[in-house]
């Protein structure tokens, strides 16, 4: 895994080009083609906005929320990051899979690294205080977005999300948000604290509903500059920060 280094010493405000989930999944592609590890980049960023968040915890209980497709994996990788990290200091560590599919490599770093599989009904009761929302990514769309177990633990956590209880962290962009236009199918969204987007910001994060439901917004800066060099920005946003990820991992 890589280490995540951010632009300066302190967090600063930068302003950045923005772009539709499309330009930014053409960027990725030859990327992944080459072998170039996007996930374990995009997982030591997100480990490191989130170990922030679970070290000025009380309780440092962190549940992580997992869909099928790569933020799943993203979120799995960094909750295996999480149980190393000295400084997160997270207690615990709660893994609830929302979907039948999974990322099988970073289901076992984060088994190997100490966390736990939890159903609907633990992780109600679990009581964490910082959530991981790696449910779903910028290429589903459609109403009801959210189903099944997705849906009923959303519905549970939103009234203490909404209120600050909790700190959510969204894993590329909130799920059910759309990325371009940032509307939302049926309004069923677990707010974020923050967004910890990959590559580029997607337009959804700063359309519509997209200011009130992403949180503060960080850029993690995972390589995809030179692929996005070519395409046209649809706007611009000021992000919180910009980490820079090391480029020297194996793939996740």
């Known amino acids: 895994m890589p280490v995540a280094t951010r ?11 923005v772009y539709t ?14 072998g170039v590890p996007l996930m374990s980049r995009a997982a030591a960023a997100l480990a490191r906005v989130t170990g922030a968040l679970v070290a ?54 984060a088994l190997a690294a100490g966390a736990r599989i939890v159903d609907a009904a633990e992780a109600a009761a679990s009581r964490p205080d910082v959530v991981i929302d790696g449910i779903l990514g910028t290429g589903t769309h459609g109403a009801p977005v959210l189903r099944g177990t997705a849906r009923d633990v959303v519905s549970t956590l939103i009234p203490d999300a909404a209120s600050r209880t909790i700190a959510v962290v969204a894993v590329d ?20 604290s923050v967004t910890v987007t990959f590559g580029a910001v997607k337009a959804g994060l700063v359309r519509g509903r997209g200011p009130e439901l992403a949180g503060r917004v960080v850029l993690a800066d995972i390589g995809l500059g030179p692929a996005l060099a070519a395409s046209e920005p649809v706007g611009e946003a000021e992000v ?4 820079d990820v090391a480029r020297d991992a194996s793939p996740g």
């Open 21 to 34: 989930a499309a330009q930014v999944r053409e960027a990725e592609r030859p990327l992944i083609e080459a």
């Open 240 to 243: 919180e920060s910009v980490i």
């Open 56 to 109: 000025a915890s009380s309780g440092r209980r962190v549940l992580v929320l997992v869909g099928g497709g790569d933020n799943g994996g993203d979120a799995l990788f960094a909750a295996a990051l999480l149980l190393a990290d000295g400084a997160a200091r997270a207690r615990a560590v709660d893994v609830l899979p929302t979907s039948p599919a999974h990322h099988a490599k970073g289901l076992a770093a």
């Open 173 to 192: 962009l909130p799920s059910g948000l759309h990325p371009d236009d940032g509307t939302t199918a049926d309004g069923l969204v677990l707010p974020a």
């Open 7 to 17: 632009r300066g010493s302190a967090a600063v405000p930068e302003l950045v080009p």
